[in-house]
């Protein structure tokens, strides 16, 4: 069976810095589009960035140049590094394995999802 386990995240005040990382199991993440996706208390699950076709990036406008989704193929996991974290940041982090032959921000478009890891920026 495939797993995501998310990792990472935590408690950190507004312009520190989190890598969340994304080991998978069950299934190899070479040809699949992985993505990270946030939902925060009240709010609707929204995608964050996506990684796939060996460097192709997609990012949310209020992530970009604060963000970077990698992985390393090796080791079958992928990560997400946050830099200047503001408070609007908080939220659960979810990562995600899809196809690259779908659509990159819907959230039906993924296959397989991790259970979260609680990313906190306090003021």
């Known amino acids: 069976q495939v797993q995501l386990a998310e990792s990472g995240g935590g408690l950190v005040q507004a312009g520190g810095s989190l890598r969340l990382s994304c080991a998978v199991s069950?299934?190899?993440?070479?040809?699949?589009?992985m993505a990270w996706w946030r939902q925060a208390e009240g709010k609707s699950r929204a995608f964050v960035a996506a990684?796939?076709?060996?460097?192709?990036?997609l990012y949310t406008d209020s992530v970009k140049g604060r963000f970077t989704i990698s992985r390393d193929n090796a080791k079958n996991t992928v990560y997400l590094q946050m830099n200047s974290l503001k408070p609007e940041d908080t939220a659960v982090y979810y990562c995600?394995?899809?196809?690259?032959?779908?659509?990159?921000?819907?959230?039906?478009?993924?296959?397989?999802w991790g259970q979260g890891t609680q990313v906190s920026v306090s003021s």
């Open positions: 069950g299934r190899t993440i070479f040809g699949d589009r």
């Open positions: 995600a394995a899809g196809s690259p032959y779908r659509s990159i921000t819907f959230s039906w478009a993924y296959d397989y």
């Open positions: 990684h796939w076709s060996g460097d192709m990036t």
